[in-house]
């Protein structure tokens, strides 16, 4: 399933879109500054971004601005209550790929959505491999070598934060919400199912990668040798 990443302070027409978005088979998660937005994208896998430019931290451009800078080709709608033709222009030439204008019909909202997840992502700065592990997000493979195995979304998302973060401990919390979202509410086993199963997987592949459990700490990906 697709997954984007609304940053919207207006908490009714928030809820609206994500029912919307989730009707066409489109996970959301909600951000309500540019602040929670940003660190949104450091943690999670989104596959476009849907942004307010009235933010109470700030035009919601300044963040667009620091992700194409960053390198960060995400897919972008604007939804804007600014519907001069230079508060487009501002926007499209920031990195904008689509502007629509409130208020706006539900439907071409989706369709707009639907268009962007179509576009192929031009800059991928955020590594999918590290040591003898590589990711195919695309294919939800885990592959060492000439090795691979699939995985389920949750525990693609776990992996991907993981490699991102390779030698970095990553706190629970923040693989919770990568594997299911900001906004899901999530069992309290859940993530030790999903980490369980990742290493029984890494095994499988042979790769030397270990997710290292380090108490009241969080969790990093280490190579065998190091873990012990």
């Given amino acids: 399933m697709s997954r984007v990443l609304l940053i919207e302070d207006h908490e009714r027409l928030a809820q609206l879109i994500a029912k919307g978005l989730a009707a066409a088979g489109i996970a959301v998660d909600v951000a309500t500054r540019i602040d929670g937005a940003w660190a949104s994208l450091q943690q999670m896998s989104y596959q476009a971004l849907i942004l307010d430019r009235g933010l109470p931290d700030g035009d919601g451009l300044a963040l667009l601005g620091r992700m194409r800078a960053a390198g960060l080709g995400l897919p972008c709608l604007v939804l804007t209550a600014r519907e001069a033709l230079h508060d487009r222009v501002q926007g499209l030439e920031a990195g904008a790929d689509d502007y629509l ?75 919770e919400a990568a594997a299911w979202g900001l906004n899901d509410a999530v069992t309290p086993n859940a993530l030790d199912v999903a980490l369980h199963r990742l290493r029984r997987k890494l095994a499988a592949i042979g790769s030397r990668q270990r997710i290292v459990n380090l108490r009241g700490i969080g969790y990093v990906l280490r190579e065998e040798d190091a873990a012990q």
Avoid: Y
């Fill in 101 to 175: 204008a409130k208020p706006f019909a539900m439907d071409e909202m989706v369709a707009r959505v639907r268009a962007l997840l179509r576009r192929p992502v031009e800059f991928r700065p955020l590594a999918h491999a590290h040591g003898d592990l590589a990711l195919q997000p695309e294919g939800d493979l885990l592959c060492c070598g000439e090795e691979r195995i699939t995985l389920a979304p949750a525990e693609m998302q776990i992996m991907l934060l993981l490699l991102r973060k390779h030698e970095t401990t990553v706190r629970r919390g923040a693989l």
